[in-house]
């Protein structure tokens, strides 16, 4: 009994231990938990501090001198190891009660989308103008151009519509002046006849006596009567007897002199009646499909879909209150005059019915010229009397009179003549426009010498074309760093052509890429748009002084040498960064190429709105282009001159270089090469290759702890993915990454 009680004694004891065993474990476990928490949070505290501590090394040049932002020379890695060792030491030193006992046993950096990848590059620019571009380019690019937005839409419509319209009415004038040639050598063909056949009061054909000369039909016809008698006389005598015969041989040959002179007469115009008067009518089917062309061209006209931008322009939102510039509704009747320029298809129906009379006519008088022909056997054998010889010659004669009073001989008679009247009549302004557009060529052929004279100095700065080749080299460096296709793609300057037509309808498709690109401006800013502003912000252009001398005249060579710094390639980036030329004066050179067009564009508008009371819409066009040509040359000029021109003459605001410079950015829209040439630069003026310097660091941190507790079911909790990170022995490790951009 003894022993059964003591058997018992303690189980309380061994009771509370199991339980408390079992709480202990349990509570044990969250302890390890509770701590394994706690050092994901610290470890991704310290992944954080520390890449923030990286990004904070970023270079300060780029940051000052182009607002960008990259990481600077010191080693990342280094830098990010050493803030995580002093956070370490740091939390070692001032934790009273080290419950984590936590150890650094790692840690990396990798750097990240470098600066000089376009998607890097186009985002920090972004960044950097989002608040800046749109108020810049509206208040100054929107609002000065607004204003004259829809006199200038008119503009671009009549010099568009009018060009075409030039072309077409020169060529269908050269055609209907072809045709009216053609004619006219047709009926040149029968002004032999003139001194064949008698004509006029020379119809009534007397007699004469046999001896006198024979140069037509007319003679052979009046000495007939005396030739049949002499030839009777002769047959009546004997051989020996017979005394005309001299005479009769003479006759004869003269005679038949003439029928042979008529035949070939015949013969080369039928030949060219045959020939010339189709080809004629088909040159007029020519001309009735180009008149045809020219109605079409006039309907079309008011459809452009470059007119939009004109409008949204207009009608979209501005900081000013100017109001619309006068002078569209003069321009607009200019276009609506263009129907004059359209020939009646009644002219075109009565010149191919005189063209149909002019063959009729020539048949009427090759058949009576036939029968003529046809009498040469019976008047040379003297078997014909004389009224049917008279008659052949008369009928003959009148024909060949009425045909040459129609079609050859000058008068009021003349069908041709008439006709080519009929045209004069609505060219009459021909004479004053041709002038005008050989004044026009000139003055264009001026601007063009002046932007030579510029591109001629790149042979005397040799010292500069090598920094361009350095700036070339890093170009293209670049390009195969972002893997940009092949090929250069140099913004071409306005070529400035010599045709004022051509000229003046590039220089309005220039303007309707500009006020198409400040409509799609309120529409949204886009990336090109950002980059317009950065460029002219952050970039040096040149100094136009500069030109000054060269444009009047040409410095001497010590002069040049003097000048020859302002043409680095430091002192023109934003013209290189928008035209790409890799030499000394090409982008410069294009620069002013474009300021003449566009100055072309808006002085042609002036022109139009001054010459509008000329009347004949092609003499407006061409004396608009005229006035345009020589205020546009003149405005290059003061340019350079006082840095500064003014935007038209209705209205009073001025336009810089920097300003144009800044509309040709926004002309010419975006490009991955021009990102290129902004890196480029960069780097010449840094040193820096910004294909190495990231924008971007991803760093990641492997922290450590040991395990208080049960680090076998810890492990199998972490195998079985209950919990973040790994626990190997009896530690615990966790890893963290951190990513940042600029």
Do not use: C
């Amino acid at each position: 009994m003894f022993a059964r009680r003591r058997a018992e004694s303690g189980a309380v004891t061994v009771f509370l231990i199991v339980v408390f065993a079992a709480i202990f474990a349990f509570v044990a476990i969250f302890i390890d938990f509770a701590r394994m928490f706690a050092l994901q949070a610290k470890a991704e505290a310290l992944a954080h501090a520390a890449a923030r501590s990286v990004m904070s090394s970023y270079d300060r040049e780029l940051a000052e001198r182009y607002g960008l932002f990259a990481l600077g020379e010191t080693d990342s890695n280094y830098i990010m190891s050493k803030v995580l060792q002093d956070s370490f030491q740091l939390a070692g030193r001032s934790d009273g009660l080290p419950l984590l006992g936590a150890k650094l046993e790692s840690s990396s950096v990798e750097p990240l989308r470098p600066l000089g990848s376009y998607a890097a590059f186009e985002r920090q620019i972004q960044e950097q103008m989002k608040y800046r571009a749109p108020i810049d380019l509206t208040v100054e690019i929107l609002n000065r151009f607004k204003p004259m937005a829809q006199v200038m839409k008119e503009a671009s419509n009549t010099v568009d519509l009018l060009g075409k319209l030039q072309k077409l009415y020169d060529r269908r004038e050269a055609k209907l002046d072809e045709l009216l040639e053609m004619q006219r050598q047709a009926a040149r063909a029968v002004e032999g006849f003139g001194e064949s056949l008698p004509r006029g009061s020379a119809l009534a054909i007397g007699d004469k006596s046999l001896g006198g000369e024979i140069s037509s039909a007319a003679d052979f016809a009046a000495q007939y009567d005396d030739y049949e008698e002499k030839v009777e006389e002769d047959e009546e005598r004997e051989p020996k007897k017979q005394k005309h015969q001299r005479k009769l041989r003479v006759y004869r040959s003269e005679t038949s002199g003439v029928y042979e002179q008529l035949d070939e007469i015949r013969v080369e115009a039928e030949q060219r009646h045959e020939n010339l008067p189709p080809q004629a009518k088909a040159l007029l089917g020519e001309a009735r499909e180009i008149n045809e062309q020219m109605e079409q061209t006039i309907k079309e006209a008011e459809h452009r879909a470059a007119q939009d931008g004109y409008n949204e322009v207009a009608s979209g939102p501005s900081t000013r209150e100017d109001g619309q510039v006068g002078g569209m509704e003069e321009i607009s009747r200019i276009r609506e005059q263009s129907g004059s320029l359209v020939l009646s298809e009644e002219l075109f129906a009565d010149l191919e019915a005189d063209i149909d009379d002019q063959a009729a006519a020539f048949q009427q008088l090759d058949g009576e010229i036939l029968s003529l022909l046809a009498t040469e056997g019976a008047v040379l054998s003297a078997s014909t009397s004389s009224s049917t010889l008279k008659g052949a010659v008369r009928r003959a004669g009148r024909e060949a009179d009425k045909y040459m009073r129609s079609y050859v001989d000058r008068g009021a008679a003349n069908v041709l003549d008439a006709n080519t009247q009929l045209l004069e009549s609505h060219r009459g302004s021909d004479k004053e426009r041709k002038s005008a557009e050989k004044a026009a060529g000139a003055k264009l052929k001026e601007a063009a010498g002046l932007i030579a004279r510029i591109s001629e100095l790149g042979d005397k700065l040799k010292a500069q074309q090598e920094r361009f080749d350095q700036l070339k080299a890093d170009y293209e460096a670049n390009r195969d760093m972002n893997k940009a296709a092949s090929g250069g793609d140099e913004a071409a300057g306005a070529a400035i052509d010599d045709d004022p037509y051509q000229a003046g309808s590039s220089a309005m498709a220039g303007m309707d890429g500009l006020y198409g690109g400040l409509s799609g401006l309120l529409k949204g800013m886009t990336d090109y748009v950002f980059q317009t502003e950065y460029i002219v912000s952050y970039f040096r252009y040149l100094d136009v002084s500069t030109l000054d001398e060269l444009l009047q005249g040409g410095p001497g060579t010590d002069k040049l040498d003097a000048l020859s710094d302002q043409f680095a390639p430091d002192r023109q980036e934003a013209e290189y960064i928008l035209y790409g030329f890799h030499n000394p004066v090409g982008n410069i050179a294009a620069a002013y190429g474009e300021i003449f067009a566009m100055r072309l564009a808006i002085r042609t508008m002036e022109g139009f709105i001054k010459n509008a009371a000329k009347g004949n819409p092609l003499l407006v066009l061409a004396a608009a282009l005229l006035y345009g040509a020589e205020h546009a040359l003149s405005d290059m000029l003061a340019l350079t001159r006082d840095g500064k021109i003014q935007l038209t003459e209705y209205i009073k605001v001025d336009l810089t270089y920097r300003d144009h410079l800044r509309i040709f950015l926004l002309l010419h829209g975006r490009s991955e090469n021009r990102l290129s040439r902004m890196l480029a630069v960069i780097r010449m003026n840094t040193g820096i290759d910004t294909g190495e310097r990231a924008t971007y660091t991803s760093g990641k941190v492997l922290v450590s702890m040991p395990l208080w507790f049960l680090p076998g079911v810890a492990r199998a909790l972490g195998a079985a993915g209950v919990l973040k990170g790994n626990v190997e022995g009896s530690r615990y490790y966790a890893e963290k990454q951190a990513d940042f951009s600029y």
